[in-house]
């Protein structure tokens, strides 16, 4: 079993709907939680992260963690044609900088 | 000014060659990695370095050397190539060896024949 499992989709949306994308795990002993997003055939790129539980806010975008359900989520508000791409999300505990994937959403936003 | 540059882009080789990529970053980082990305899109980190001491060195073929002659730059070399190393390699970086957050490079396609 993956530590992380993330659906891979692919997931199709139209213009301005909200995405919501998840990632469940196995390892209590993740603290940090990473979302990445990936344009095609571009290196991933850090949206944003969050230590522990609760939730972050940058513009469109929301992480929230659950870590007494061991998920979390990443929310897309207002979705555009430029959001089209995989998103990835990534745990590590405390200590140590290995970060652990998942596999990735593929996002396609369409006009 | 891009943070986190790899040379090169692209690298088609036949089996059994030797091949070096090339990372630098110019964001003052100390600690720099090396992960593979197959084609299934899975990420998976090979090896750390911080202040060119090598601190995550997973299960990969010891046919797969990285080299940091500083904490700026990151080299992977590899020899004997195989089928199977046909993948995306990307570098990043981090701040420190915490790793909270980290910058990734463009990558590098690998395609051995």
């Known amino acids: 079993q993956k530590e992380v499992e993330q659906d891979p989709g692919p997931l199709s949306v139209p213009e301005g709907a909200i995405v919501s994308l998840n990632c469940t795990y196995s390892n209590s002993a993740f603290q940090y939680f990473m979302w990445y997003r990936q344009y095609s055939r571009k290196g991933p790129e850090l949206l944003m992260y969050t230590y522990s539980s609760g939730n972050k806010e940058d513009g469109r975008f929301t992480a929230q963690v659950d870590k007494s359900s061991k998920y979390i989520s990443l929310f897309i508000r207002d979705s555009q044609p430029s959001d089209s791409a995989t998103y990835l999300c990534?745990?590590?505990?405390?200590?140590?900088?290995?970060?652990?994937f998942g596999e990735g959403t593929q996002l396609t936003v369409n006009p | 000014d891009t943070a986190v540059s790899q040379t090169p882009k692209y690298l088609v080789t036949q089996m059994g060659n030797d091949k070096s990529i090339k990372c630098e970053q110019n964001l003052g980082h100390d600690t720099m990695y090396w992960y593979k990305q197959d084609s299934k899109k899975f990420l998976k980190i090979m090896f750390s370095y911080n202040n060119k001491e090598l601190i995550i060195n997973e299960t990969v073929p010891n046919r797969f050397s990285p080299k940091s002659p500083d904490k700026a730059h990151l080299n992977l070399h590899i020899n004997s190539l195989e089928l199977g190393d046909s993948a995306v390699y990307f570098c990043a970086s981090s701040q420190d060896s915490a790793g909270a957050t980290q910058y990734f490079g463009p990558g590098t396609r690998l395609l051995v024949l």
């Open positions: 990534a745990m590590k505990p405390t200590s140590g900088s290995r970060l652990t």
